[in-house]
């Protein structure tokens, strides 16, 4: 079993609709969590991080974290073409700060 | 804050040579830098973790003998693919934590693309 799964996608949503990204996680001990967008070429770049249960809102972002289902989520509302990209759910194990990713999910935003 | 580069963003070599990629942090010091390799449409692999003052510690199944990393100094780890071939063209990215003190977050370099011919 990976450490981090993600819905496999790609997703396309249209503009101004809400794009809804899920990731789960084998390790109960992992205690942060993160998301990344990735440009096509380009690194990855931090976007948002989630520590405690329930949602945290930043922008048109909201992460969603249930530890007891293991489960972590990422909103996108109000899509726009520029948040056209791939998208990483990235979590450390248990005593450990190196990170593991998700295989991504693509997401594409039609105007 | 927290900027880390790479030099060089591109490089083109021939298989058989060896190239070396560095990752420098810009406005703040590491003692920890991540290497991770991302095959097209694949997502991050850890390579390696490199410690500053002490040897790189290596994922399984990464050849350390292949993939030289040199933490330097606290704001310069450097990795060398030695003996280069085709099959280890890919997108090299380093990471750093912000400081000096142990952190989950990572901020990433723009990245390495090795194409070996």
């Known amino acids: 079993q990976k450490e981090v799964e993600q819905n496999s996608g790609p997703l396309s949503v249209p503009e101004g609709a809400i794009a809804s990204l899920n990731c789960t996680y084998s390790?109960?001990?992992?205690?942060?969590f993160f998301w990344y967008r990735q440009y096509s070429g380009k690194s990855p770049e931090l976007i948002m991080f989630?520590?405690?249960?329930g949602d945290k809102e930043d922008g048109r972002f909201t992460a969603q974290l249930n530890k007891a289902s293991q489960y972590v989520s990422l909103l996108i509302r109000d899509s726009q073409p520029s948040d056209s990209a791939t998208y990483l759910c990235?979590?450390?194990?248990?005593?450990?700060?190196?990170?593991?990713f998700g295989a991504g999910t693509t997401v594409t935003v039609r105007a | 804050g927290a900027v880390v580069s790479q030099h060089p963003s591109w490089v083109i070599c021939k298989s058989g040579t060896s190239v070396k990629i560095e990752c420098r942090s810009l406005?703040?010091?590491?003692?920890?830098m991540f290497w991770y390799r991302q095959f097209p449409k694949q997502s991050l692999m850890l390579m390696a973790t490199?410690?500053?003052?002490?040897?790189?510690?290596?994922e399984q199944g990464v050849e350390k003998d292949k993939f030289l990393i040199n933490h330097a100094s606290l704001t310069l780890s450097t990795l060398t693919v030695t003996s280069a071939h085709p099959e280890d063209s890919s997108f090299y990215i380093c990471?750093?934590?912000?400081?000096?003190?142990?952190?989950?977050?990572?901020?990433f370099g723009p990245g390495t693309r090795l194409t070996v011919t």
């Open positions: 406005d703040f010091q590491a003692t920890t």
């Open positions: 990235a979590a450390p194990p248990r005593d450990d700060y190196k990170l593991s």
């Open positions: 989630i520590y405690s249960n």
């Open positions: 490199s410690n500053e003052g002490s040897k790189a510690t290596y």
């Open positions: 990471s750093a934590p912000p400081g000096l003190a142990a952190s989950y977050e990572q901020y």
């Open positions: 390790d109960r001990g992992s205690q942060s």
